[in-house]
């Protein structure tokens, strides 16, 4: 088993600390994103998307897209659970996870990619070709950062986690997109954001966090 | 239990399809969205984002996005699987399904979002307030559209569905992207995509795709 990696990306680190949370590791391959390593034909004939992270399987099966490479680890390491434990659960920690994704994360790569110079003719990620940067999109991207800064801190002056009492893969997929958002799209979490602050400080603590 | 369902659009269809496939129903309220019935306070009270579907359980919490309302069906009556039946399998279908969702909708919603002038200010869905259209994403929406369908004509050259030989959501995804694509979005199938005309035929003859 082997994961296509790339340290400094958030959707790899999401993967990483997962596998971290479960005590999973095994061989790991960097790429340089910004380099375009990732659209090299040798990892493109592995992956034609060239996304990241990907894992390929012991019988050669490339598996691309965090959430599926999570729920592969999630189904042959169950303990702990990170994806819920019965229907309500599971189906409550996916809406929080893809919130965070959706609201936050990809907020913050439209603010990202639009606005740094070296993904100008890049504006998406993987092997889609040439894509024109577009600076009102990193705008937007911007505003939807902070948007979502302040929901999720109103949210969780009500739960110690982003989806309940539980970590979860929906704190994984927060911190990753949080961290990408003050760093590569340098929107910075407000000051006032008191619960969102506590709950940072407690998810960056975790040892996974490091991964 | 009752979908928050709106006939029309995408995503919702994709829950009222699975739920067919599996032969669930339940208590069903309609929402215009262009209309913009799905921001009205009383549904932002149970569904703070606004987005649709949402699934309401019996004990009154409710449940937003698609994936996460078909996980809910998934674990509570998993006959027929549509989400994998082993680890490899569901990691499969999970990335499959993602990248019909990341290549096919997303594009064709910001093709739409970005160009219908009823949503001139609303190039976000849900309750994200006043959000400019863009008229440059709904360029690249179009080519990231016509893009997949070349992509998908080439997958489908060597499986009979999306994520293998096998039905599941990743074909649901796919099938629910490309009408809306078509629709909505404007950007026909080509007549060369032989392969993914074979598939569409088949899947949209099943009684589910009328959901």
Known sequence: ???????????PRRVRMFMAEKGISCENQQFNIVKGEN????????????????LELDDGTVIDETIAICRYFEETQPEPPLMGTDPKSKAIITSRERQM????LLSA????RNSFPGF????LGGSVGSVEAIPALAERGKAMVSRFYENLDKQ???STYVA???????DITALCSIDFAQGAARVPMPESCKNLR???????ARPSAKA
């Open 1 to 11: 088993m082997k994961l296509y990696d790339s340290q400094g990306a958030p959707n």
């Open 39 to 54: 659209l090299d034909p040798a990892f493109l004939a592995k992956s034609p998307r060239g996304m990241l992270p990907a």
């Open 101 to 104: 994704e959706f609201d936050g």
């Open 109 to 112: 790569a439209d603010a990202f």
């Open 120 to 123: 100008a003719k890049r504006g």
């Open 156 to 158: 969780l002056a009500n």
């Open 164 to 170: 309940g009492d539980e970590f979860s893969i929906a």
């Open 198 to 204: 506590r709950w940072y400080d407690a998810v960056s």
